[in-house]
């Protein structure tokens, strides 16, 4: 049976420990040896590989697991505490020293984008409705969503989810900056929005300019911090100096892979999935959905640019990437056969084979049949502009017409459901009008 790959690779900012997501599941592995400390699951008995299975610093406690998917997690600036939300909008806040969970509520709807504020006592979210809320850290077990406040005055004492913003589409990310002044949220309408933290109803600016749905945005490292990445569904890279709403470079990944330019009604979309940054070396790892590649990219803050530094070939299409302490890329795939699902890239883009081969031994748990494991598909909205299908079906049917043997034939146009069908009878004395 197949091994459930990891969906999500998240850091420990404070800790030589990366937190592994996988189904409903969570492992937290030691980045100086590679073994696993703790897990919501037991450790399966599978090929050792000549290595020991060594004990779990916490006792996995079924009641206290999540029941659905984990579709997004946090980790606080000290190192803490985790927040993990899954599919059935549940929240949790884990203790990163015992692994036990110490509260759990059910949020509004499905997170999309989780993070905590500078001193750890708030976690925002965003969500699909394109809502963005401060959850209160420490509030006991909530099963039930808090009714939100719906003044200012009950906002000071609203225990559950204080609402900050809201986009008119799906949010799809968000990010605080250092001094936790301003939050950035993107959404699935190509928009990304500036806004004052915590009182987002004031909007600093927007950064518009890509043309499909952003997917992932992160304040870039660096003296200045007035600098912010995006990635979208476009197949670009964009860096914006934020406060001023203005796009200072725009890096296309078509031309980093030697790919030909997108033709209108391609099927070979290229979209951003998410960044891992890399302060030690201003290193940004740029995963791309379905593709068994990682871009590498150098951030010079003093100029405000990106250059190209390396592209990475993995052993299968990649889930996740994150950067541990030491600078070593974790990667999580969706492997070819007979392939490992996590490969570990030193800070010369070497592998890491035996800081790798405990997770791979005994980490995840398999599985019957592998589930989806993409989630982009849904912010598939507008990816091509109407106007471009429309002269491309012109073309096509043009040269048809001409007689072009290669032509393919125009695709027939859908009738509109809307419009009256006229009764037969009807037709008929219409016709002996004429």
Known sequence: MPILPFSHIQHNPAKDVVVLSFGEHLQAVDTKSGVILASTIALEERESNGLTAQPLTNTPNADQENKARVSVMACSKDGAYIATAADDKIMKIWDTASWNCLGTRTLVRRSNALEFNNDGSMVVTADKFGDVYNMIRDIPDVVQPVKAAENAEEADEDEGEQPILGHVSMATDLALTKDNKYIITSDRDEHIRVSQYPKGHNIETYCLGHTSFVTTIRVLPGASQKYLISGAGDGTVRVWEFMKGQEVQTFNLRDALGMPPQETDAEDDVTVHSFAICEQKNHIAVVIEKMNKVVILGWNDA????????????????????????????????????????????????????????????????????????????????????????????????????????????????????????????????????
Do not use: C
């Open 303 to 434: 100029a405000a640019k990106i250059e190209l530094v390396k592209i990475l070939e993995l052993d299968g299409q990649t889930l996740s990437v994150d950067y541990d302490r030491s600078g070593n890329l974790w990667t999580s795939v969706l492997p070819d056969e007979g392939k490992n699902i996590v490969a570990v890239f030193d800070n010369e883009h070497n592998r890491l084979e035996e800081l790798a081969k405990y997770v791979n031994t005994f980490g995840s748990k398999t599985v019957e049949t592998l589930p989806d494991l993409f989630h982009t598909e849904e912010l598939r909205k507008h990816t091509t502009d109407w106007r471009e299908l429309k002269k491309a079906r012109e073309e096509r049917e043009a040269a048809r017409l001409a007689g072009d043997p290669d032509a393919a034939p125009s695709k027939k146009r859908r009738k509109n459901k809307n419009s009256r069908k006229i009764p037969e009878p009807e037709a008929a004395a219409m016709e002996e009008e004429k």
